[in-house]
């Protein structure tokens, strides 16, 4: 008996071990490039010191509470959105790391998205430009249709450092029709500030080159083609929820001119729980034949690629249903 438990013993182990070494071995994989982003962190820093080296007096800064741990979509969409509110109101916009939600870690923002960080200042220089007894905090809680309005005279006060202490962009603020107000100028923005960092903008290129695709749509270089990526995920519990609780379009999808040109047809019924499911989460067939729809209003075009995580059904062929295409990767 006591022989058996100690084999027993020695085979868990063994079998332990083993498992320490491949898990060992896919996060020594699959880790971040942590180096990497530690010189981006450095080259963040000293861009902001220079940066308060060359500004004098006379500047005014603005730190936001900020969405953590969210989709990367998520997460760019509010970081844009401060950004934008900052310029408006004539403040440097202090920006926060991106975190990422698989391992809840921080990550240098710049790594992700350039424009919000040029011109700006890194929150490792926030202690430094904007002492305790320099700061003021701000909440701006007014109903959804007043809340910008409110935040963008607040900020325009003579206030050196101002703190955002609550969180004013909120999933109930993207989800009412406030948003509208703030479109006009924020595409305007976007067209101005977003920016790709050099070495995603770098894979982009290589690319486009191997591909032989074009780099721009007015450029006459390259073949004319469609790229997409879709990804499902964990949506499919998420859309049941907002099916259940008669959910409709949000954010920027309820703006008038998206709703009028964009939506695939049906119409959206929330009241209809299939019908928010057949938007919020299409089966494959439904989204191909959105993209096919797409490809023949564009004649022009000479090769498609498609990234996605959706199981093809066994009676299901890409190429059967997208049948006026050329090239599909």
């Avoid at 084999?7 to 491949?22: S, T």
């Avoid at 004098?56 to 603005?62: E, I, K």
């Avoid at 969210?70 to 959105?81: C, K, M, P, T």
Wanted: hydrophobic share 35%.
């Amino acid at each position: 008996m006591r022989h058996t438990l100690a084999a027993k013993g020695k085979i868990l182990l063994f079998v332990l071990c083993v498992l320490g070494l491949f898990a060992g071995f896919l996060y020594r994989k699959y880790r971040p490039p942590w180096e990497f982003y530690r010189e981006l962190a450095t080259v963040e820093l000293g861009e902001s010191k220079s940066l308060l080296g060359a500004s004098g007096s006379g500047q005014r800064y603005v730190k936001f509470k900020q969405l953590q741990g969210a989709g990367f979509n998520n997460q760019a969409q509010e970081i844009h959105l401060f950004h934008h509110l900052a310029l408006l109101t004539n403040r440097v916009y202090v920006y926060q790391p991106f975190m990422w939600r698989h391992r809840m870690e921080l990550q240098p923002l710049s790594g992700f998205l350039l424009g919000p960080t040029q011109g700006s200042l890194s929150s490792q220089v926030w202690d430094e430009v904007c002492p305790l007894e320099k700061v003021k905090n701000v909440t701006f809680d007014a109903e959804y249709e007043h809340r910008w309005k409110q935040a963008t005279e607040g900020l325009d006060g003579p206030d050196e450092c101002i703190y955002v202490e609550n969180w004013i962009l909120n999933w109930g603020f993207l989800e009412s029709t406030a948003i509208h107000e703030i479109w006009p100028e924020y595409r305007k923005y976007l067209h101005s500030h977003y920016r790709w960092p050099s070495h995603i903008a770098d894979m982009i290129h290589r690319s486009q080159t191997q591909l032989n695709l074009r780099p721009e749509p007015s450029s006459t270089e390259g073949e004319p083609y469609l790229a997409l990526h879709f990804r499902r995920g964990d949506f499919e519990e998420h859309c049941q929820h907002l099916a259940r609780t008669n959910q409709s379009f949000t954010s920027w999808t309820t703006l008038p001119e998206i709703q009028s040109t964009s939506v695939f047809p049906p119409r959206l019924d929330p009241f209809t729980p299939s019908s928010v499911v057949e938007h919020c989460y299409p089966d494959l067939r439904r989204i191909l034949e959105a993209i096919d729809a797409q490809i023949r209003s564009r004649p022009h075009i000479r090769a498609i690629y498609i990234l996605h995580d959706g199981a093809l059904g066994p009676h299901t062929s890409i190429h059967s249903i997208l049948s006026n295409s050329i090239c599909i990767a």
